[in-house]
């Protein structure tokens, strides 16, 4: 499957030079979701360096903690 916009979600904005803190479901496997540039308009939702994402597979019901590594101006976003 692939990134699927709807369900990359906000769930703590950071403030100051705190990161925010977002979650994102989907069945893609872990190591998919960390693939450079998977969150294609991740930048233009928000996402930004250091930000944290909880994955959730919900092929595997398995819970993953990942963070930003970068958010390019292009729009797109890799975790690690």
Known sequence: ?????GTLVLAVSGQGISPS???YTNTDAHGTVAGAGYFTDGANKGLKANDVVFVVDT???TATMHHVLNATT???A???
């Open 59 to 61: 092929d595997t019901y």
């Open 78 to 80: 890799t975790l690690a």
């Open 1 to 5: 499957m692939a990134y699927s916009t």
């Open 21 to 23: 803190i977002w979650t």
């Open 74 to 76: 292009v729009s797109a």
